[in-house]
């Protein structure tokens, strides 16, 4: 049975670490190196689950206070968040584990192992 690492606390992470793990080992995929890409797709994880929390506590946009100056910016957990979404994709892509890379999917798109329509094997 493979863990996360000590670093990693947040629940959702560690589901994360579960759920990535058991679809390794469906697609016999498993090794030191997939492991690494998982132990970062699940750091990432928990620091999108931060940038929620800090979210939830400032909102979206929150007050900056320059001296006399008073304006209305937006929280910068909220750009963090789209670029570690962006992230963990590119990561799943590398295990194969996004709907395009999903085997089920290219097989339904090529059932029979034929490399395209008549005008392309011509």
Do not use: W
């Not at 000590?6 to 030191?32: G, P, Y």
Request: proline fraction near 2%; hydrophobic fraction near 35%.
């Amino acid at each position: 049975m493979y863990k996360p690492k000590k670093e990693i606390k947040s629940r959702e992470a560690k589901k994360l670490f579960q759920i990535l793990i058991r679809e390794l080992e469906l697609d016999d995929n498993l090794s030191d190196r997939t492991i690494m890409i998982t132990d970062n797709i699940v750091l990432l994880e928990q620091l999108k689950q931060q940038h929620l929390d800090d979210i939830k506590n400032r909102g979206v946009v929150e007050l900056f206070i320059n001296g006399s100056q008073q304006i209305y910016r937006q929280n910068k957990s909220v750009d963090a968040i789209i670029k570690i979404i962006e992230h963990q994709r590119k990561l799943q892509a590398e295990l194969k584990l996004t709907p395009a890379s999903d085997r089920k999917v290219s097989g339904a798109l090529d059932p029979e192992g034929q490399k395209g329509d008549e005008f392309d094997r011509y």
